[in-house]
């Protein structure tokens, strides 16, 4: 009887025993699967962020590779003509040109609201990217925005975008743009004859 007892305690001991270890080594497991989690949620997250900013890049350049294959043809070749012609309008060329009295900057001479109103037009379509006034001094940004804001506002013509970008989207309804489209219509005509 006495072995029998000896052999129950100390099978319940190693039992017992066994129970505390294991009891320990689930915390640890439990531990390690906590921290594992925490890291898979932090991969996600730096990949989904990383996918926002990919998409956001995709736009632009989607944008920027449409502007150029616009260029190759007519009529995006002649766009080139009324961009020129609306830049030698606005700041006769030159990428620091500022009017205080407008806040207009650059070779377009943008003011804020334009900025404003192209990362509205880029949030409506999803796009993370977004210009900052800084950027109306910058002469290939401030192309871009005109570009999205004609595309946006589907502008095809030069009178639309010269009188558009002079009063706003409504702009070609204004008369008090005709003034402004004859000054870019002088300078076409002038680039016209040069050739």
Do not use: H
């Not at 956001?56 to 070749?77: C, E, H, T």
Request: glycine share 4%; charged share 25%; proline share 3%.
């Amino acid at each position: 009887m006495n072995i029998q007892k000896i052999f129950l305690f100390t099978t319940l001991s190693v039992c017992s025993i066994l129970y505390v270890v294991n009891l320990f080594k689930m915390e640890e497991i439990k531990d390690i699967y906590k921290d594992k989690v925490v890291e898979y949620e932090q991969v996600i997250t730096t990949f989904q962020d990383n996918q926002c900013v990919i998409d956001s890049l995709q736009s632009v350049l989607d944008s920027l590779s449409n502007r150029y294959k616009m260029f190759d043809k007519s009529p995006g070749k002649d766009m080139v003509d009324i961009l020129n012609a609306i830049i030698q309008v606005e700041s006769r060329g030159n990428p620091n040109a500022y009017a205080p009295s407008e806040d207009a900057v650059g070779i377009l001479q943008i003011r804020k609201c334009m900025v404003d109103d192209v990362n509205r037009i880029l949030k409506k379509r999803g796009t993370f990217f977004r210009y900052t006034y800084q950027d109306r001094w910058s002469k290939d940004k401030s192309i871009e925005m005109f570009d999205i804001f004609c595309t946006y506002y589907g502008l095809t013509t030069a009178e639309e975008m010269a009188r558009c970008w002079n009063g706003g989207p409504r702009g070609i309804n204004n008369p008090y743009t005709i003034k402004y489209w004859n000054k870019v219509e002088l300078e076409l005509e002038e680039e016209y004859a040069s050739r």
